[in-house]
Structure formats: C-alpha cells, structure tokens
C-alpha cells in the first residue's frame, strides 16, 4: 500500500489560493489513481477531484469547478490540488487518496471512499476574513 504524506494548507481570505501536495511513498504513481476529498465539521467526506494513473484524465466535483486544478509530478511522486478564488465554503480538512488504478471506473461512479486504499494524513483548509 502507498503511503500519502500531505502538505501545504492554511488560512487564507476568500479569493485567494493554495497548493495541496500528496506525495506518495512506497508503491508509485504507477498503480495507483489518486483523488482528492475534503471534510467540513459535522459533514461527512466528499469527494472533490481525481487524475487517472492511466491516461491522466481528471474530473471535478461541480462545486470546484474552475476554481481547482489536480495534476501530478512523475519524478517528485507527487500529485497536487492547486486551489483559487477560494470561498468560505470550501473550509475542511483535506485528504488525498490512493484508489487502485484497476477498480478506477468503478470509484468514479460513486466517488465512495470505500474504495480507497490509503489516505493521507489530512490538510486543514480554512478560508475566512
């Protein structure tokens, strides 16, 4: 199993942005999409974006649309959520995920994190002025 170790996130105003980073030890990028999900309290988690291992496709949540944009460094093994014009809304603690590349098809038609191998540690996101 990956292992995911977060970074970045903070306190910022609405409309500004920040970079989440996930970067994966142990098995590669190779085998394993990667998908980002957030939690705000007393929500339960969401899905928000995701990038195929295969083909590099991605999709977005419609609330993050335009806004975020998931992409990934091969050398670094890394896969990254930049995140602009941020809103209050978007508040949460930010997982990255590892979801293996063969049930893919399937996790993107439900976005269930039961289909998730590993998480990582978590981001705490909060967007206030």
């Known amino acids: 199993q990956p292992q995911l170790v977060q970074s970045g996130g903070g306190l910022v105003q609405p409309g500004e942005s920040l970079t989440l980073a996930c970067a994966h030890g142990?098995?590669?990028?190779?085998?394993?999409?990667t998908a980002w999900f957030r939690q705000a309290p007393g929500k339960e988690r969401e899905s928000v974006s995701g990038i195929s291992r295969s083909d590099g496709s991605t999709y977005y949540e419609d609330s993050v649309k335009g806004r975020f944009t998931i992409f990934r460094d091969h050398g670094k093994n890394t896969v990254y959520l930049q995140m602009n014009s941020l809103k209050s809304e978007d508040t949460g603690t930010y997982y990255c995920a590892s979801i293996r590349q063969g049930i893919w098809r399937q996790f993107l038609t439900e976005k269930n994190p039961s289909y998730v191998t590993s998480w990582g540690q978590g981001s705490q996101v909060t967007v206030s002025s």
């Open positions: 142990g098995p590669t990028l190779d085998y394993f999409a």
